[in-house]
């Protein structure tokens, strides 16, 4: 049966360093730190994104975890209705920002976007090792 937690953050730029936070401690909870860094990445710039581009003033987002065997899905989920483009250019090289989501697709082995009756989810899969497994056979 899959693990699954989840925490509504408030929208500022606090939260995004409460995420991580979150994220850490449910997959040490769960023995998953294998791609610990990886996945704490991907939160830090989805809840960045849906603070910034999601989240309309006076409203939250919602970061979900799910571990189902060796799979580790992370969900972000706002309320705002901007569209979200996975294939959306890339940063003009002397930008400052906008290179988050191409550094979160070179990490999980799968994303995508949910659109939501309100709002949308901002979802990614990471394959992690399971405890039981030999790390130096099934190391992703």
């Known amino acids: 049966m899959p693990l699954s937690r989840h925490r509504r953050f408030p929208r500022s730029r606090a939260s995004v360093r409460d995420a991580r936070a979150f994220v850490r401690q449910v997959l040490t909870g769960w023995g998953r730190t294998d791609r610990l860094d990886d996945i704490t990445l991907c939160v830090s710039e989805l809840a960045t994104n ?11 987002y919602c970061v979900s975890l799910t571990l189902d065997g060796s799979v580790i899905r992370l969900a972000v989920r706002d309320s705002g209705d901007r569209q979200f483009d996975i294939d959306a250019p890339e940063a003009d090289w002397e930008a400052c920002s906008g290179r988050g989501l191409r550094l979160v697709q070179e990490l999980a082995d799968d994303m995508g976007v949910t659109q939501e009756v309100v709002g949308k989810s901002v979802w990614v899969v990471i394959k992690s090792v399971s405890p039981s497994d030999d790390a130096g056979e099934n190391a992703y």
């Open 50 to 60: 849906a603070l910034l581009h999601g989240a309309p003033p006076g409203r939250e």
